[in-house]
């Protein structure tokens, strides 16, 4: 990619956020095709290919290599990242957008406050019902990082395809991991959160492609946008290793 690829989500709060973050240094993003329209122009920042993708799209671009740098969730990047954070940067954490990854269980549960307590609850379950705790989840890699580390290995993963929180209620599955800004969601479902049990303290970033190919043009534009300095230093060089 000869020119800057830069991402930023086609709507909501966090395109509204993401615009002013942008405008703030000087640097205006217009829409084309209308509120639509997937393509937009920005200025100041030389020759841009600039989009607008969902959230989910730009993390994965900048997992994969297609998208040089955009604004998306952390939570996101990690879950994506087949290696963690070996495929991506972060140029600056934005201060919108947050919510915590968290492990929760049902609040009946008066004897499981902590991982461990959960491993414990896995073991007795399997023993009584002949099956593993289900946890539902839209954060598979995440999940399975954390409970690894956690040394938990009595549960199997449901992928969630809708509501996570309700899972429990309709027995869809057992535990949860799922994303909670208040916890009132939470709360209203019956759940708690496990006292050890937050993942990721998440919130939009402006993150950066680690395998992206980064052309002098790419560079240089990427060196104008704020927090990204010291990344666009070690991107060059990377490239000019790479090259020698």
Do not use: C
């Not at 963690?84 to 499981?112: C, K, M, S, T």
């Not at 009595?154 to 309700?166: C, I, M």
């Not at 994303?179 to 006292?195: C, F």
């Amino acid at each position: 990619m000869s020119v800057l690829s830069l991402a930023i989500p086609s709507k909501g709060r966090l395109k509204e956020k993401s615009e002013a973050f942008l405008m703030e240094q000087g640097f205006e993003v217009r829409q084309i095709g209308g509120e639509r329209g997937y393509q937009a122009e920005i200025t100041g920042l030389g020759e841009v290919d600039m989009r607008l993708l969902s959230a989910r799209e730009i993390a994965q671009g900048i997992i994969d290599g297609t998208i040089h740098a955009g604004v998306t969730g952390e939570d996101l990047l990690h879950d994506l990242a087949p290696t963690g954070p070996e495929d991506f940067h972060v140029a600056e954490r934005l201060g919108f957008g947050g919510a915590d990854v968290i492990v929760a269980v049902p609040q009946a549960w008066i004897d499981v406050d902590t991982m461990s307590d959960l491993e414990a609850a896995g073991a007795a379950f399997r023993k009584a019902h002949h099956r593993r705790l289900r946890v539902a989840t839209k954060y598979m890699r995440l999940t399975r990082r954390f409970f690894a580390a956690k040394s938990v290995g009595e549960y199997r993963l449901v992928e969630s395809a809708g509501a996570t929180e309700a899972a429990p209620a309709t027995g869809a599955a057992d535990v949860i991991v799922d994303i909670t800004s208040t916890g009132a969601t939470l709360k209203a479902n019956g759940l708690k959160i496990v006292s050890d049990g937050i993942i990721l303290k998440s919130e939009a970033v402006l993150a950066v492609s680690a395998n992206a190919s980064w052309s002098p043009a790419a560079l240089k534009s990427l060196s104008l946008l704020r927090g990204a300095a010291k990344i666009e230093k070690l991107l060059t060089l990377k490239n000019l290793n790479s090259h020698s």
